[in-house]
């Protein structure tokens, strides 16, 4: 695994090349006369934080510990938009199937929302006046983060082993049930708690 430091260093070189994938899919797309929507315009907002950051860390107004925390999460948007970028340019030329895009698109996603679960109850906040007890929190936390991580499995799974208009109809719903089995048990704890 990739550590903080690596990843902060990381940035502006993942940056650059997720700004250059951009354009290259770009000028694809308009040699081709496509009008597919292009993840280059969602780059735009990299070298807008980068700038942000850099201004910020020249005037002595971020600390270092912030400063690698923002520049890892750059990194890892672009990670995040660089990789269906490769995929398309890769299909573009057709090195790649039509489908394997939307699955590896699919099973990269699907593995993000796992990551996501995992980390939600290992983040410690610190309580406020109108937060629930420490127990019922963290309680929530865990469950939230076994809902993301089932999501995420069976996102992956769905896309994994259905074919893609399938997978395509069941997917989301494989995905949302988690997700609003963990809205209503929020809202049964936030409710139980105002009534106290």
């Keep these: 695994m990739i550590n903080s430091k690596t990843l902060?260093?990381?940035?502006?070189w993942i940056t650059l090349g997720v700004l250059a994938l951009s354009v290259w899919k770009w000028l694809l797309d308009s040699q081709f006369g496509s009008n597919s929507f292009n993840l280059g315009f969602l780059t735009?907002?990299?070298?807008?934080?980068?700038?942000g950051i850099t201004i910020k860390n020249l005037q002595g107004r971020l600390s270092k510990t912030a400063h690698l925390a923002l520049t890892r999460s750059?990194?890892?948007?672009?990670?995040?938009?660089g990789?269906?970028?490769?995929l398309a340019i890769l299909q573009n030329y057709h090195l790649i199937n039509g489908g394997v895009p939307i699955r590896l698109?699919?099973?990269?996603?699907?593995a993000f929302i796992i990551i996501i679960g995992n980390a939600i109850p290992?983040?410690?906040?610190?309580l406020?006046?109108?937060?629930?007890?420490?127990?019922?929190?963290q309680a929530l936390k865990r469950f939230g983060g076994w809902m993301f991580v089932i999501g995420g499995l069976g996102y992956a799974f769905v896309w994994l082993i259905l074919p893609v208009p399938m997978a395509k109809d069941w997917a989301l719903p494989v995905l949302?049930?988690?997700?609003?089995?963990?809205?209503?048990?929020?809202f049964m704890v936030r409710v139980r708690h105002t009534q106290r």
């Design 8 to 12: 902060s260093a990381l940035a502006p």
């Design 44 to 51: 735009g907002f990299l070298p807008i934080v980068w700038i």
């Design 74 to 81: 750059i990194s890892l948007a672009g990670l995040i938009l």
């Design 83 to 86: 990789i269906p970028l490769i």
């Design 105 to 110: 698109n699919a099973l990269f996603f699907g």
């Design 122 to 126: 290992k983040a410690l906040e610190p």
């Design 128 to 137: 406020g006046e109108s937060q629930c007890s420490p127990v019922t929190e």
């Design 176 to 186: 949302a049930l988690p997700l609003m089995l963990l809205i209503a048990r929020t």
